[in-house]
């Protein structure tokens, strides 16, 4: 397989700079040299090879300092970290404008910084309102959770009633499958964001079942008691079949219970509350993190023959000595 050659430290710039200095330092005592010769009558000797020998020996300082990489190696990585489930509710209660801007895009905020705290951490995204869908599956990627982040919008999902059941029973079919499960169990956490409205079935079969698996639940309720209305695509509210405009407002209960039943937190986001900074903290120190070592692709930095290969001819340069003049 034909490898590529790529550079652990692109950068030509510095190199090009240090490389214009090396020579100019180079070219000076020969310039010096030759102006002493002038003066005495003789013409230097032996200068050429010299020269070329420290030229040699810059040029592959300045590439062992670039890290040239052919090909890739497998190394084992050691991390203490967990899995950590956003479950986003898309509802269209979520585009409810009682938490500024509305209640989905403060939501997204918060949650590309927690995303950004958890570097040795996998982290999966799950969307919910009348179904639940895994937007982006477990990964160490934080760039691509980011991204999957970015995109949510209450358009996701056909309407309907929202169900808090489908997004955990979903994550919970998904626990203890994957490669890691033949070295530890890994410390689990299920991170709900939603305004806590729930129209689905009792939450008590797959409570009783995260609680059995050591998965914690933390909440995260997205609204004020008071609601607001829930604005539609095209202009106007939301009206119920009676042709009132629905009011929306936050649902503590389902929330409170999910978090109190799985010895998770519950936390709230409005206006006057950000419950992430305390939630961030409880991730954080959520006891049962496993340590593991997983093997990850790196390029294999080859820096060490070019940097062997100047040490070699620096080395010769100082123990051949040359008479340039003979006084």
């Known amino acids: 397989m034909l490898q590529l050659l790529t550079w652990a430290y692109p950068d030509f710039i510095a190199v090009g700079l240090a490389a214009t200095l090396g020579l100019l330092l180079l070219l000076l005592p020969w310039r010096r040299s030759g102006r002493l010769g ?5 013409r230097p000797r032996r200068r050429g090879w010299k ?58 905020a918060e949650l590309q910084e927690l995303v950004a705290q958890f570097p040795a951490d996998r982290l999966g995204l799950v969307v919910f309102g009348p179904e639940a869908v895994v937007q982006c599956p477990l990964t160490y990627d934080q760039e691509a959770v980011q991204v999957f982040i970015s995109t949510l919008r209450t358009s996701l999902l056909p309407a309907g009633p929202t169900t808090l059941r489908a997004p955990l029973e979903l994550v919970l079919g998904r626990l203890g499958s994957g490669p890691t499960t033949a070295m530890a169990p890994r410390a689990t956490a299920l991170v709900v964001v939603s305004d806590g409205e ?43 079949g009676r042709g009132k405009e629905v009011q929306s407002r936050l649902h503590e209960a389902p929330l409170l219970q999910l978090a109190a039943q799985t010895g998770g937190q ?62």
């Open 266 to 327: 519950y936390v709230e986001l409005n206006n006057q509350q950000n419950g992430f900074r305390p939630l961030l903290q409880a991730l954080r120190t959520m006891p049962g993190a496993v340590e593991q070592v997983r093997t990850v692709a790196v390029a294999d930095n080859r820096y060490r023959y070019p940097l062997a290969v100047a040490l070699l001819l620096l080395a010769l340069d100082i123990a051949l000595t040359i008479t340039v003049i003979r006084l």
């Open 51 to 108: 020269l070329a020998l420290r030229l040699l020996a810059g040029a592959a300082l300045l590439i062992a300092v670039l890290g040239p990489s052919l090909g890739v190696s497998q190394r084992p990585v050691r991390t203490a970290g967990k899995d950590v489930w956003l479950l986003v509710d898309v509802s269209q209660s979520m585009d409810a404008a009682d938490v500024a801007p509305t209640r989905l895009l403060r939501a997204q």
């Open 198 to 240: 729930d129209f689905g079935e009792n939450l008590e079969p797959v409570l009783r079942e995260l609680g059995r698996s050591g998965a914690r639940v933390y909440t995260v309720g997205v609204g004020t008691a008071q609601g607001a209305k829930i604005p539609k695509p095209h202009g106007g509210f939301l009206r119920d």
């Open 38 to 42: 002038q003066a005495l009558g003789q």
